[in-house]
């Protein structure tokens, strides 16, 4: 149990190394302590665990330099082959595909995917067998078979959808994408896209992933020639780009963000990206961004007038288009069936070397029993000896059973003791938990604390686990009542101690210090909670909380509202009014802007809403997809005229009947005010 500890936290540690390149040096390996010190780790760790960790920076490289990427990927399928791994077998198998997909070397990629499949299939793996089918239908991709690309990814999103796993979801319905926009059916490619960032965003993917696919989003746009709109997809995706490990993708996009400046006659934009584009292209040498890069200056150049400099360009571009054409000609879709059909007769093959063998095995024995009988006479003569010698092994086999038996029984202690001690540590931790819940629940205000100032109200509270991430917070003196909705980052227990945090910045701001403007309590709140989070300027977490916040003067009924990315919603009648937040997390974020206060005067009879977004983000339905803002805001218009009450009891039950077998996926509030 000891060993297993240790290496269930080698791997945590190794798995919490992160790469921060900057994507505009240009960075050797020695550059990057991160990987170095995961080298060092795998390179002493047990034969049970190099495996993964050879693979872990096999794919932080893949991208970033393939080439030594594929080093490690061989090094971790050698350790999962010696320590009988089949499933990290397989995931190296992929690995090493990625890595000669991204040299250009298709031959052995193929080869290497087709493998994996195969094993996958062999044992059921369900989650490999998926990816064997994107990485294949990748390949075809490539080379431009979208029949072929698009039936292994039919194959992957129907596993994915079975067994509930969104990481093969978001790269399915990413490649269909790619698939339909590039057979120009661009509404169809934007659909699966938007699926794939639904389910990222909600995932909260590694950014580079979550760039991905807001590029191809753009292009999706780009294709229907609609680059302003486009524009907002693509540079989002580069403004994170400290995070970006994928250069291919950042000179990729440099170039879309390029055309599109060029399209909408910003020369002076499209040349500044279009000189980045190839830069990050010749700095990491990948040919094809390139000839794109030098395409994207002759096109500007054009556009200014510049028509030596556009020559120029161009000529490099032909130079490049003739070297590309010639390499995707040696290797069409001939030849990626052609290795799948190679790999799955070297099967065929070895199983019939095994039967063969098994035949050689059972002639070797024919042959046996013919010398035995011919030599029967002999045996007779030796029986009595033979009986001595078999009597003598049989007694050594009973002793050696008898040992085994009490080595046996010995373990089964030794496990039953485990078991009782990890039981009671169970129990311990569900018990630490339920009494922090117990906790929580004593925070929250109670009812009569809301309706001694509002005529009616209701609350539906329901956290994803036992704590919650998500929290209502009331505060009220003589002259003014405040109240609080909050969704803070995470859930179950992370979740709750950043609620914990939140009531005491709360206290401390309101109670305390006696704010009453409803942007400076926000305002408060962001710097206490950075102050304690301890976080830097530049730190890439984001560790916060979204929230809503109501000042109401008791006396003139006038309110105040703040959000911090948590709109406000107020039915007057059967008027739906909508006041927007400041798209801004109460904590650390890149573009901080500060937060802001809205007046509104409440008149009788109003009826307030505010929620976090776990109701409207819950997968369902029959097609299991999710709720969205705009179900949410539909039941609202259904039931606002109902009492609270009815009102609480039908949110709950449209809820339980949209999500259905599915599991919750966020900590859920909403809240209901009458005035």
């Given at each position: 149990m000891a060993n297993k500890l240790?290496?269930?936290?080698?791997?945590?540690?190794?798995?919490?190394?992160?790469?921060?390149?900057?994507?505009?040096?240009?960075?050797?390996?020695?550059?990057?302590p991160e990987i170095d010190s995961l080298t060092k780790i795998a390179d002493n760790a047990p034969d049970t665990l190099k495996a993964k960790l050879y693979g872990e920076i096999c794919w932080k490289l893949r991208n970033y330099d393939p080439q030594k990427a594929l080093e490690f990927g061989e090094k971790s399928y050698s350790y999962a082959q010696k320590c009988n791994d089949l499933k990290m077998e397989m995931r190296a198998l992929s690995n090493i595909g990625v890595c000669?997909?991204?040299?250009?070397?298709?031959?052995?990629?193929?080869?290497?995917?087709?493998?994996?499949?195969?094993?996958?299939?062999?044992?059921?793996?369900?989650?490999?067998?998926?990816?064997?089918?994107?990485?294949?239908?990748?390949?075809?991709?490539?080379?431009d078979e979208w029949d072929n690309a698009q039936e292994q990814l039919l194959k992957a999103l129907e596993i994915g959808l079975e067994i509930k796993d969104s990481s093969i979801l978001a790269y399915s319905y990413l490649n269909l994408g790619r698939i339909n926009l590039s057979l120009n059916q661009n509404q169809k490619a934007f659909e699966y896209l938007q699926n794939c960032l639904v389910i990222r965003e909600k995932t909260d993917d590694e950014w580079d992933k979550i760039a991905t696919v807001k590029k191809y989003l753009g292009d999706a746009l780009s294709a229907d020639n609609k680059f302003a709109e486009a524009l907002q997809f693509y540079i989002p995706a580069i403004s994170g780009n400290y995070d970006i490990k994928d250069y291919d993708l950042l000179s990729d996009l440099y170039g879309r963000i390029a055309e599109a400046y060029i399209n909408t006659n910003k020369?002076?934009?499209?040349?500044?990206?279009?000189?980045?584009?190839?830069?990050?292209?010749?700095?990491?040498?990948?040919?094809?961004?390139?000839?794109?890069?030098?395409?994207?200056?002759?096109?500007?150049?054009?556009?200014?007038?510049?028509?030596?400099k556009a020559i120029d360009n161009y000529t490099v571009v032909m130079a490049y288009a003739d070297t590309f054409w010639n390499a995707r000609?040696?290797?069409?879709?001939?030849?990626?069936?052609?290795?799948?059909?190679?790999?799955?007769?070297?099967?065929?093959?070895?199983?019939?070397?095994?039967?063969?063998?098994?035949?050689?095995?059972?002639?070797?024995?024919?042959?046996l029993i013919i010398v035995m009988a011919l030599g029967g006479a002999v045996f007779f003569a030796l029986?009595?000896?033979?009986?001595?010698?078999?009597?003598?092994?049989?007694?050594?086999?009973?002793?050696?059973?008898?040992?085994?038996?009490?080595?046996?029984?010995?373990?089964?202690?030794?496990?039953?003791?485990?078991?009782?001690?990890?039981?009671?540590?169970?129990?311990?931790?569900?018990?630490?938990?339920?009494?922090?819940?117990?906790?929580?629940?004593?925070?929250?205000?109670?009812?009569?604390?809301?309706?001694?100032?509002?005529?009616?109200?209701?609350?539906?509270?329901?956290?994803?686990?036992?704590?919650?991430?998500?929290?209502?917070?009331?505060?009220?003196?003589?002259?003014?009542?405040?109240?609080?909705?909050?969704?803070?980052?995470?859930?179950?227990?992370?979740?709750?101690?950043?609620?914990?945090?939140?009531?005491?910045?709360l206290n401390e701001i309101v109670g305390r210090e006696g704010l009453r403007k409803a942007d400076d309590v926000l305002n408060g709140m962001r710097d206490t909670i950075k102050h304690t989070l301890n976080k830097a300027?530049?730190?890439?977490?984001?560790?916060?909380?979204?929230?809503?916040?109501?000042?109401?003067?008791?006396?003139?009924?006038?309110?105040?509202?703040?959000?911090?990315?948590?709109?406000?919603?107020?039915?007057?009648?059967?008027?739906?009014?909508?006041?927007?937040?400041?798209?801004?997390?109460?904590?650390?974020?890149?573009?901080?802007?500060?937060?802001?206060?809205?007046?509104?005067?409440?008149?009788?009879?109003?009826?307030?809403?505010?929620?976090?977004?776990?109701?409207?983000?819950?997968?369902?339905?029959?097609?299991?997809?999710?709720?969205?803002?705009?179900?949410?805001?539909?039941?609202?218009?259904?039931?606002?005229?109902?009492?609270?009450?009815?009102?609480?009891?039908?949110?709950?039950?449209r809820f339980d009947e949209w999500r259905g077998h599915y599991k919750q996926t966020d900590d859920i509030i909403v809240v209901g005010l009458e005035v």
């Open positions: 240790i290496i269930k936290a080698l791997a945590c540690a190794a798995t919490a190394v992160v790469l921060a390149v900057m994507p505009f040096a240009a960075i050797s390996q020695s550059n990057l000669h997909r991204n040299i250009g070397n298709y031959q052995e990629a193929v080869e290497n995917y087709t493998k994996g499949l195969e094993l996958a299939q062999q044992y059921n793996v369900k989650d490999q067998i998926a990816y064997g089918h994107i990485n294949i239908g990748n390949i075809y991709l490539y080379h020369n002076d934009s499209a040349l500044y990206y279009a000189e980045k584009c190839l830069e990050v292209s010749q700095m990491r040498g990948i040919d094809f961004r390139i000839k794109n890069a030098h395409k994207y200056l002759g096109d500007v150049y054009v556009k200014r007038g510049d028509l030596q000609k040696t290797y069409g879709m001939e030849n990626i069936e052609y290795q799948i059909d190679k790999v799955k007769k070297e099967n065929e093959i070895a199983m019939l070397h095994k039967e063969q063998e098994l035949d050689s095995a059972h002639r070797l024995i024919l042959v029986k009595n000896r033979q009986k001595r010698i078999t009597n003598k092994i049989l007694t050594s086999q009973k002793n050696e059973i008898e040992a085994q038996n009490l080595e046996i029984s010995t373990q089964r202690n030794t496990l039953a003791e485990k078991n009782k001690l990890l039981e009671e540590q169970r129990r311990e931790i569900n018990d630490s938990i339920l009494y922090a819940q117990h906790i929580q629940f004593s925070m929250l205000p109670q009812n009569n604390d809301l309706n001694e100032f509002f005529a009616d109200s209701f609350v539906f509270y329901r956290p994803r686990n036992v704590v919650s991430g998500d929290f209502y917070w009331a505060f009220k003196d003589a002259d003014y009542f405040i109240f609080m909705v909050a969704d803070c980052t995470g859930h179950g227990v992370p979740g709750a101690f950043m609620s914990m945090l939140g009531f005491s910045a300027v530049n730190s890439n977490m984001r560790d916060g909380m979204d929230a809503a916040l109501l000042i109401i003067d008791k006396k003139t009924n006038a309110l105040q509202y703040a959000g911090a990315n948590i709109p406000f919603i107020l039915f007057r009648g059967d008027e739906q009014i909508i006041i927007k937040p400041v798209r801004n997390p109460i904590g650390l974020y890149v573009n901080e802007k500060q937060f802001e206060s809205k007046d509104f005067q409440l008149m009788k009879g109003d009826k307030i809403y505010l929620a976090s977004d776990g109701y409207q983000s819950q997968f369902g339905g029959p097609k299991n997809h999710v709720l969205k803002t705009s179900g949410y805001r539909r039941i609202l218009s259904d039931i606002h005229n109902l009492p609270m009450a009815e009102q609480r009891q039908i949110i709950e039950q």
